[in-house]
């Protein structure tokens, strides 16, 4: 079954200090992993895909296959990167059905 | 191109009423996905449709509830005989095959 876990639901950083949201996942088969932000009075949208390897907006994730792990990374947080963040997985086919953490509520203190 | 448009963004019912959930995918996607944000949770996956077709309704309670995605139209969630804990933001996200999948802004149901 897959299955994804966000252990934090709030976290809790200074401006310019470095954030990692943490996100495990278990899923036989080979994993597509998401972030996705949700900043305030917005809707749900894409941060950054395992499979582009890019750094969107400073984070950066990396596919962990042997600690079946996605973390959420920036070197130093700005204010507006104030949000709910969901770590997400899907199938083999990207676009198809995604299973969800809970969330991780981030707040950047100035 | 508008975005994924959900409609109504907030919808009260009393309890054993209908409440039907409309949701317009970007232009040009032919995959629609619904998912249920309870209060504190995450979001569950709920089903999955292609025009005409469900092709995934796994995560669909099995009474009460209902989706639909016609050749012309939106795509429709209905929950019959709404309870309490039906009480919940409901998301539609819509693809291109194979694609990222883009979120509306969600309707949040409340039963009354």
């Known amino acids: 079954a897959q299955r994804v876990t966000q252990p934090e639901k709030l976290l809790s950083v200074f401006k310019g200090a470095p954030v990692e949201l943490k996100c495990n996942y278990s899923y036989s088969g080979s994993p597509e992993l998401f972030w996705y932000v949700q900043y305030s009075r917005q809707r749900l949208q894409l941060l950054l895909r395992h499979i582009s390897r890019e750094s969107i907006k400073g984070f950066t994730a990396d596919l962990n296959k042997g600690e079946t792990s996605f973390h959420l990374k920036k070197p130093f947080a700005q204010e507006e990167d104030s949000a709910m963040y969901y770590c997400a997985l899907g199938g083999e086919t990207s676009g198809s059905r995604l299973t969800f953490g809970e969330g991780t509520q981030l707040t950047v203190n100035p | 191109n508008a975005g994924v448009m959900q409609n109504p963004r907030h919808l009260v019912r009393r309890r054993g009423q209908e409440a039907r959930l409309r949701c317009s995918p970007m232009k040009g996607h032919s995959h629609v996905y619904w998912y249920r944000q309870l209060p504190e949770e995450g979001l569950k996956f709920m089903v999955y449709l292609q025009k005409e077709n469900i092709i995934d309704e796994s995560g669909m309670p099995k009474e009460r509830f209902s989706a639909e995605f016609p050749k012309e139209g939106p795509s429709i969630l209905r929950i019959q005989q709404v309870v309490r804990g039906d009480s919940a933001a409901y998301f539609c996200?819509?693809?291109?095959?194979?694609?990222?999948?883009?979120f509306g802004q969600g309707t949040r149901l409340t039963v009354v």
């Open positions: 996200a819509s693809s291109y095959y194979g694609q990222e999948a883009f």
